[in-house]
């Protein structure tokens, strides 16, 4: 089956520094990559879309100044967190999908997840 | 909008014995549904899904679920529960779009009993 990576796969920083989350399709090239961040007990939530070579879109109340998003190449989307504070501590998880055929839904393959502690 | 409701957030239940989780969605149309599985501190794994076709879906790890449009359901089922079985189950709808986003439900945690 289709795999995506994410690295690192933890990471601990300072408050005020930023740190990058790198999500890749290793087996198959991604057209629409999922940002999503969740908190311990609960569900997932959607924080963007990223789609190869245009600006990502963000959900209500997701602040993309603070939340990169880079969609460079159809293996590798990456996330930067900028200016870090303890509230953005969570486990953040991206998903990939390729184009299905015919413009058909395609399904999303997740990362293993990205655990982020800012101290 | 799309939703997901998961109505048990807890379920303890026997090795060897059957289980059904429940799922039940709200959308306009007819939706793409799927189940997750997530261990702790991982990511999640597609278990089965549903696009059009026959209600009932076979998945990995011996899993199926059955969509039932009159109850906006996808109850998700396996006969006999493994200890390794114990997790976290996400439900999950999405539009019948190529750039569907996915909703998720709040999951469900397994607990299984030796």
């Known amino acids: 089956g289709a795999v995506v990576s994410q690295h690192p796969s933890r990471v601990i920083c300072k408050s005020g520094t930023s740190v990058k989350i790198e999500c890749r399709s290793l087996?198959?090239?991604?057209?629409?990559m999922f940002w999503y961040r969740q908190f311990p007990k609960k569900s997932l939530m959607l924080m963007a879309t990223?789609?190869?070579?245009?600006?990502?879109?963000?959900e209500q109340g997701v602040e993309k100044d603070k939340f990169l998003i880079n969609h460079a190449s159809l293996t590798l989307s990456t996330l930067t967190v900028t200016s870090a504070h303890p509230e953005d501590s969570s486990f953040y998880i991206c998903?990939?999908?390729?184009?299905?055929?015919?413009?058909?839904?395609?399904?999303?393959?997740f990362g293993p997840g990205t655990r982020l502690t800012v101290l | 909008a799309q939703s997901v409701t998961q109505p048990d957030i807890h379920i303890t239940v026997s090795e060897g014995a059957s289980l059904e989780l429940r799922c039940n969605y709200s959308y306009g149309a007819t939706p793409y549904l799927f189940w997750y599985v997530q261990s702790p501190g991982q990511g999640l794994q597609l278990l089965l899904k549903y696009f059009s076709g026959d209600t009932l879906v076979q998945g990995i790890k011996g899993f199926e679920a059955e969509f039932k449009r009159s109850q906006s359901s996808f109850n998700l089922r396996k006969p006999s529960v493994h200890w390794s079985d114990a997790a976290e189950y996400f439900c999950?709808?999405?539009?019948?779009?190529?750039?569907?986003?996915?909703?998720f439900g709040d999951g469900t945690t397994l607990t299984v009993k030796p």
């Open positions: 087996d198959f090239q991604a057209t629409t």
């Open positions: 990223s789609n190869e070579g245009s600006k990502a879109t963000y």
């Open positions: 999950a709808v999405a539009n019948n779009t190529n750039a569907g986003k996915s909703t």
């Open positions: 998903s990939a999908r390729a184009m299905g055929t015919s413009g058909s839904f395609a399904t999303q393959y």
